[in-house]
């Protein structure tokens, strides 16, 4: 007869302990950017709620805006570095494709020799990566984890381009997670559509670039398609979210959906019929959309703006390129 496997087992339930913050350095008014494309201040305020956006250093890149995020959220947690077991990083902007931005983070955060890995689910990367470190703390796996969201975008939009350059920036948002003895994080409904791949997403490959057959490959979306997949269908995933959480949206203190576009997410809320009371992310305004990173930047936000939410519900949900999706309710640290 066949020995039996040992099994590991962790904590019936986890939830965020702190969150840290990068942004980039530089703070670009939308009169920066409407020569290229031909616009105005007015329009993109219109369009999008944009007045400004942050963008990084020409020297400082995504694994930069990581460890500085990471290392608030973890002196923050109270969390000696050395107990942290697990890095999850999500970006679409490493500057390399290996190694990972997650090893290196870890290493200069003091969690060497943590678990380490990057994901790529864009603007839906950080609640993907929320879903997989609560799962592996309750499995045992791990016992503390560190996720951020790191982009910088700025690297790979053309000036030029009227369908995404003006709405994006750089930064970090970090969220360290472990035990709780009360549920902290409410179960993923999280989900993709492959067959919408060309809506959001680079213009080329970077074989084709080497071979001199394009141009450096930047971001492009067909915007009124994004819109309306966003507007229609993540209402209804905000919704499943809250029900496979077993609330109501009159539980909810907040609600931090990715800051793609302010019409969005003023579209959200009414159609969620969030109350008055529910205090609502708007970093999309002075910070832009940093994909990965904009749903722990506007977290981060809210908490230093709002301390009294501590303790209570948050519905997050992210949604871009892929097209991928995820959404929970956390309690907020």
């Known amino acids: 007869m066949s020995a039996t496997l040992a099994q590991a087992t962790g904590p019936a339930y986890t939830r965020i302990y702190s969150y840290g913050a990068a942004r980039g350095e530089n703070a670009v008014p939308n009169d920066d950017l409407i020569g290229p494309i031909d616009s105005s201040d007015e329009w993109i305020r219109q369009r999008t709620g944009i007045i400004t956006r942050v963008r990084a250093d020409k020297d400082t890149d995504a694994i930069d805006l990581a460890t500085t995020a990471a290392a608030e959220a973890i002196e923050k947690a109270g969390v000696p570095a050395d107990q942290v077991d697990l890095v999850i990083v999500a970006t679409v902007s490493n500057p390399k ?11 200069r955060v003091g969690a ?3 678990a380490a890995y990057d994901i790529n689910a864009a603007c839906a990367g950080y609640a993907y990566a929320i ?3 609560d799962a592996l703390i309750k499995a045992g796996t791990a016992r503390y984890a560190l996720v951020i969201g790191t982009e910088k975008l700025s690297d790979i939009v053309d000036p030029a381009d ?16 472990g035990p709780s003895d009360t549920p902290g994080i409410s179960p993923a409904v999280w989900g993709s559509d492959g067959s919408k791949a060309d809506a959001v997403g680079m213009n080329a490959t ?14 492009r979306q067909e915007g009124p398609t994004v819109f309306r997949w966003a507007v229609w269908e993540m209402a209804k995933v905000a919704r499943e979210a809250l029900d496979r959480a077993g609330v109501e949206p009159s539980d909810i203190a907040a609600f931090i959906p990715h800051q ?12 969620l019929k969030l109350p008055e009371t529910t205090v609502i992310a708007r970093d999309i305004e002075t910070t832009g959309n940093t994909s990965a990173a904009s749903i722990p930047l506007a977290s981060h936000r809210l908490m230093a703006e709002h301390p009294e939410l501590s303790g209570g519900l948050a519905l997050q949900i992210g949604f871009g390129a892929g097209l991928v999706f995820a959404a929970q309710v956390v309690v907020l640290p």
């Open 97 to 107: 494709q290996t190694p990972s931005v997650s090893a290196i983070v870890a290493d």
């Open 162 to 177: 009227r369908s995404i350059s003006f709405l994006l920036g750089d930064g970090a948002g970090a969220a360290l997670i």
């Open 206 to 219: 970077l074989t084709e670039f080497r071979d001199g057959e394009v141009p450096w490959p930047t971001l």
């Open 260 to 271: 793609a576009n302010m019409r969005i997410i003023d579209e959200f809320a009414k159609q």
């Open 131 to 133: 879903a997989q470190a």
């Open 112 to 114: 060497n020799p943590a």
